[in-house]
């Protein structure tokens, strides 16, 4: 079983820069493609950010690129999402998530495992 912990939000203002974590303790995460999706009040979660398992090949949301960027250390299995220059419309709850397949992974229904989620507040 995988689980996955985020940690890193909190209350930021707009323009502000966070990075959030997610860990996992098993070493089979290193073998996980890792995704980062959100979402906003009222909203459908949304696609962020994804990365294979290797690290080499990463896509970005249309919202977020420029601003956002995904990476993961496998030595310490984790993943990060560093994002800068922060909107208030990136408020959202914000997750982490994991499917063992050796692709990128851009679409959540293909995403089997799921973190609890965290906060980012941006204010304006």
């Known amino acids: 079983q995988v689980q996955l912990v985020e940690s890193g939000g909190g209350l930021v203002q707009a323009g502000g820069s966070l990075r959030l974590s997610c860990t996992n303790s098993?070493?089979?995460?290193?073998?996980?493609?890792m995704g980062w999706f959100r979402r906003a009040p009222g909203k459908n979660r949304e696609f962020v950010a994804a990365?294979?398992?290797?690290?080499?090949?990463?896509d970005h949301g249309e919202s977020v690129k420029g601003r956002f960027t995904i990476s993961r250390d496998n030595a310490k299995n984790t993943v990060y999402l560093q994002m800068n220059n922060l909107k208030p419309e990136d408020t959202a709850v914000y997750y982490c998530a994991a499917v063992f397949t050796s692709e990128l992974v851009t679409v959540e229904r293909e995403y089997v495992y799921w973190g609890q989620g965290t906060q980012v507040t941006v204010s304006s």
């Open positions: 098993r070493r089979t995460f290193r073998r996980a493609a």
């Open positions: 990365i294979n398992w290797s690290g080499g090949s990463t």
